[in-house]
């Protein structure tokens, strides 16, 4: 049913930084590998060099410095930008770009920059060019129709989640009773549906596919690429009859093309029917080309891909990766909300343990040696909360394995290694000050229609309490404490790799959705004054309907604003650029600040009121640079003066010479 995946695309790289082409990138089993397989030459990787975005203190002169680099770029017949993912801008001949960019970005362009991942990330666990046609049922949860969106929930479908039967799972390395992060690509010429890439989770599950007569059943909210209807046109099919109705509330110049609706019609030699009731056109089997003559002209976007039952071919389907417990690194991100003594109970004890053990080997080489590559084993498997992107010392790779060979210590006197050595143990005392040495368990996270404050995390004691959150922690808001009850869903307990929460839940206190995010899902009884310190999820709402469960204001998302289309080069760059590890230090600065003691009490009160506001302007600017991949907002349009805010006085931190040293 499916080709052989080739090898890999090998991509020419490109670096900024050393102005010359630096060796080859092997893309692995991705989308892209599967659409271009034969593009090695077409294609190159350009490395973005984040140090040139510092070169001066004017941030402004920094970036229009590096545009005029990449304007200058020479790279022959690459000139076009096909992607961009993290700090790779990919370049490609024009072919290649109309074969890929224009295809699935038609109607917003500016998503090859934003969701340019989805289409070189590695789909470790399998991929398969599919020979054969499936059959997709694609669905809405959020669909105006009410009739749609109970068909969705009865598929149990949401956020970018939705089901995949086990035969067309397992070709993929899907694990029984274990959903994965899927990537998708449509761009059969011979599809009933235009090109488009979608991403999110699947569950393998007979019951709503194969017992249905569907192989996979797709959310749209997974499809990315596609604007949504801005036309005067609703649209909704069944079984290829499609019905077109007129919006309420029309200006003249909708009204004055609705009108040529006829003519289109005839001219693509479309047979249809007036529905009396609501003026609704209905079309008998229209051609691909019939409807897409449509959507073109009356400005369909996502509705061209109407929810309905289709036969595809040819689809590029693979597994990113199965779900799986975690463990994560602990953050100052999470333990800055919580008292000095539910820190000294639940993270110093531990912290301390590994400080002692650190202390008296860090004079024994050997000991060290084992130490240090241990340490930095676990660093390869556990993730970090915030997600912190740690420089990256080139050579660590390379000495670690030196050190792990090295069982007879011959090397202990080498200079680099020495030198290597010392440089090791600084980090690990400094993650073990400012993180501890403690894990935090994580689950991926999926929905369900289960009570509001519990989850369903089948490794874990149903009647047991946990922490849950997810990065970025705007603030102590994001942790809550959930019920563990496995009862709920029967059909669930047997689910792994994953925990289970009601979709409300998960967006109103995690900004969370399931296209393969992690939830830390910690047992309380591994931090029971940190929890007896957290909130639970459960709603207390006043008279006027305002939650009292909540240490702050609630932070609201600002309308996105889209990239500026004018230039893809300068978007690329454009869309990485943010602000929010700065942000979220700020936070942490200004949320340890206290008043002066000795201060007047008047003084002292000020002083909170005038933190409380700053808080609430930073959760807020947070949450702005937290969207930049999808809006070209800034935390600076809307609040042009949080700079100058953020160098009070009263924030700064101290000078060396003032922190005393305790030994």
């Known amino acids: 049913m499916s080709k052989t995946p080739d090898p890999g695309l090998k991509v020419r790289v490109y670096n900024i930084a050393h102005q010359n082409f630096d060796g080859h990138q092997d893309l692995g089993n991705c989308v892209l590998s599967q659409l271009v397989p034969d593009a090695q030459d077409k294609i190159i990787a350009v490395k973005v060099d984040d140090d040139l975005l510092r070169a001066t203190g004017d941030r402004d002169y920094n970036l229009q410095a590096y545009f005029s680099q990449l304007d200058r770029l020479n790279l022959g017949s690459c000139t076009e930008v096909l992607l961009a993912s993290g700090g790779t801008v990919y370049m490609s001949e024009p072919e290649v770009a109309a074969q890929v960019r224009d295809r699935f970005f038609a109607s917003q362009p500016d998503h090859c920059c934003r969701y340019g991942s989805l289409l070189v990330s590695s789909c470790t666990q399998g991929i398969a060019s599919l020979e054969r046609p499936i059959t997709v049922k694609i669905v809405d949860f959020e669909h105006e129709n009410e009739i749609e969106r109970k ?158 039952v289709y036969q595809m071919p040819e689809m590029v389907l693979g597994n990113n990766s199965n779900a799986e417990l975690q463990d994560y690194r602990n953050s100052w991100q999470l333990t800055q909300w919580y008292s000095p003594q539910a820190i000294e109970q639940d ?15 860090q004079n024994d080489y050997q000991l060290l040696a084992q130490y240090l590559v241990k340490n930095h084993d676990q660093k390869q498997k556990l993730k970090n909360l915030e997600e912190e992107k740690e420089p990256e010392d080139k050579n660590e790779f390379g000495l670690i394995e030196v050190l792990r060979a090295d069982t007879r210590g011959e090397l202990a006197n080498h200079p680099k290694i020495v030198s290597f050595c010392r440089d090791q143990l600084r980090k690990r005392w400094l993650e073990l000050a400012t993180k501890g040495a403690n894990t935090l368990e994580s689950a991926m996270a999926q929905p369900a229609d289960i009570k509001p404050g519990t989850v369903i995390a089948p490794h874990l004691i149903s009647g047991s309490e ?38 409300n839940d998960a967006m109103r206190y995690h900004q969370c959705d399931f296209d393969g995010d992690q939830l830390v899902c910690t047992p309380c009884d591994l931090l029971p004054t940190i929890a007896a310190e957290t909130r639970t999820a459960r709603i207390q709402l006043d008279a006027e309907g305002n939650d009292l469960n909540r240490d702050f204001n609630p932070v609201v998302k600002k309308q996105k604003k889209a990239y500026p289309q004018s230039d893809l080069k300068h978007m690329a760059l454009a869309v990485r650029l943010n602000s929010i590890g700065r942000i979220a230090n700020a936070i942490g600065r200004v949320n340890c600040a206290q008043p002066n003691p000795e201060a007047d009490i008047q003084d002292q009160k000020y002083f909170l009121k005038f933190k409380r506001e700053l808080m609430d302007v930073l959760f807020d600017s947070l949450q702005v640079e937290v969207d930049s991949p999808k809006s070209s907002s800034r935390y600076s349009d809307y609040y042009p003066d949080l700079n100058r805010r953020l160098n009070s006085q009263a924030f700064a931190l101290p000078h060396w010479s003032q922190v005393k040293l305790v030994s």
């Open 347 to 361: 993270i110093v004890p531990a912290t301390v343990a590994e400080a002692e053990y650190l202390k008296s080997i």
């Open 466 to 503: 946990v922490i849950v959150t997810r990065y970025p922690i705007i603030n102590k808001d994001n942790i809550r404490r959930y019920v563990v009850d496995n009862e709920q869903i029967p059909e669930l307990i047997d689910t792994r790799g994953c925990v289970f929460i009601n979709p």
């Open 151 to 308: 068909v969705a929930k009865d598929l149990r479908v949401g956020d970018c989640h939705g089901k995949i039967s086990p035969r067309l799972a397992k070709m993929l390395g899907g694990k029984e009773n274990t959903p994965f992060q899927f990537r998708l690509a449509n761009s059969s010429s011979n599809s009933p549906l235009p090109a488009f890439i979608a991403k999110g989770t699947v569950a393998i599950d007979s019951r709503r596919t194969e017992n249905r007569g569907y192989d996979l059943v797709l959310d749209r909210s997974s499809i990315k690429g596609w604007a949504n209807n801005t036309g005067p046109i609703k649209v909704s099919q069944i079984n290829n009859q499609w019905r077109l109705t007129p919006k309420p509330n029309l200006n003249p110049q909708q009204l004055a093309d609705l009108s040529y609706l006829p003519t289109i019609l005839q001219n693509q030699g479309v047979q249809y029917q007036i529905d009396p009731n609501d003026q609704s056109y209905i079309l008998q089997q229209p051609s691909k080309q019939a409807l897409d003559v449509l959507a073109h002209a009356y400005d369909w976007g996502r509705d061209r891909l109407a929810c309905g």
